[in-house]
Nanobody
Framework: QVQLVESGGELVPAGGSLRLSCAVSGSNVGGHLMGWYRQAPGHQRELVAS???????????NYDDSVKGRFTVSRDDAKNTMYLQMTSLKPEDTAVYYCNLPYRILPWGQGTRVTVSS
């Protein structure tokens, strides 16, 4: 069975850093587009970062303006794992973070909760 497992979320003070992981099991992602989503209370789930692997080990990355310059997305295709390095965290980043494949949405995992205190 294909499973998405997010981890790494925790309570962190404003200005702090956190690294999230997304492990995909049961299917080989290959170089397909992967994305990080977040959902804050009262908000729709939104895509905040994405990454695809190109032919020779290079990557295409995109970020929502709200996280650009603060978050860095990366992936290890051999491990079917994607990461999100979060720095300069703000209270507005508080949300449950999920991963998925935007072009082939899989059943959502439980996500990992990031809480940024002021």
């Amino acid at each position: 069975q294909v499973q998405l497992v997010e981890s790494g979320g925790e309570l962190v003070p404003a200005g702090g850093s956190l690294r999230l992981s997304c492990a995909v099991s049961g299917s080989n992602v290959g170089g397909h587009l992967m994305g990080w989503y977040r959902q804050a209370p009262g908000h729709q789930r939104e895509l905040v970062a994405s990454i695809s692997s190109l032919s020779r080990g290079s990557y295409r990355k995109n970020y929502d303006d709200s996280v650009k310059g603060r978050f860095t997305v990366s992936r290890d295709d051999a491990k079917n794992t994607m990461y999100l390095q979060m720095t300069s965290l703000k209270p507005e980043d508080t949300a449950v973070y999920y991963c998925n494949l935007p072009y082939r949405i899989l059943p959502w995992g439980q996500g990992t909760r990031v809480t940024v205190s002021s």
